[in-house]
């Protein structure tokens, strides 16, 4: 059972466009989205991380939107650049929990 | 200030041998996961441990595999009898609390033959 679905698999975008990612969960107990990126050969890194309390959150050119009642959230990068060819994941955890649900990546080209 | 290490990187090992992967966590961390990626897909959690304890192995397959996290030393993770379906990409990642930013190690990628 997938609980956290991920799109679109793969992305590709021109240097200076928005690239967004889509991802739907079904436990409605999760309350903790993070997102990773991940270049090849290299670990996660976290990105930018939202709790259910806000619809919305900033970090330089990537956003978060979160709809809780529809149980989906997104990953915004604006001015995308060729620098953020990677793959992101989204991932969601439940209150006190350690265990990470994540999605199945969306491998995002950017091209010059 | 080091990250997380996981050594070694790469590994390869033949059907019926055993694979011990280490993972260091960061400096003040005492939260160890394992994580398993598999090609294409997303990362599969595994086990929690901190210190001497395993708080949550509710991804671990109930055979060949176990993981340990000792007073002194590194975290290991053991598969015992690999089989090709253990090829993988095996990712440590730590927190400094429960529940905390899990900061993730750059992988062992497990070659099975």
């Known amino acids: 059972q997938q609980q956290v679905k991920q799109s679109p698999q793969s992305l590709i975008v021109q240097k200076g466009g928005i690239s967004i990612i889509n991802c739907a969960y079904e436990n409605t107990a999760f309350d903790y989205f993070p997102w990773y990126q991940q270049f090849p050969g290299k670990g996660p890194a976290l990105l930018i991380a939202i709790r259910p309390d806000v619809s919305e959150k900033k970090e330089g050119r990537f956003t978060i939107s979160f709809n809780k009642s529809a149980k989906q959230f997104s990953l915004h990068i604006m001015d995308s650049q060729p620098g953020d060819s990677a793959t992101y994941f989204c991932a969601a955890a439940q209150g006190g929990s350690e265990k990470l649900v994540f999605g199945k990546g969306t491998k995002l080209t950017v091209n010059p | 200030n080091a990250g997380v290490m996981q050594n070694p990187r790469h590994l390869v090992r033949r059907r019926g041998q055993e694979a011990r992967l280490r993972c260091s966590p960061m400096k003040g961390h005492s939260h160890v996961y394992w994580y398993r990626q598999l090609p294409e897909e997303g990362l599969k959690f595994m086990v929690y441990l901190q210190k001497e304890n395993i708080i949550d192995e509710s991804g671990m397959p109930k055979e060949r595999f176990s993981a340990e996290f000792p007073k002194e030393g590194p975290s290991i993770l053991r598969i015992q009898q690999v089989v090709r379906g253990d090829s993988a990409a095996y990712f440590c990642?730590?927190?400094?609390?429960?529940?905390?930013?899990?900061?993730f190690g750059p992988g062992t990628r497990l070659t099975v033959l």
């Open positions: 990642a730590s927190s400094s609390a429960r529940a905390d930013t899990q900061y």
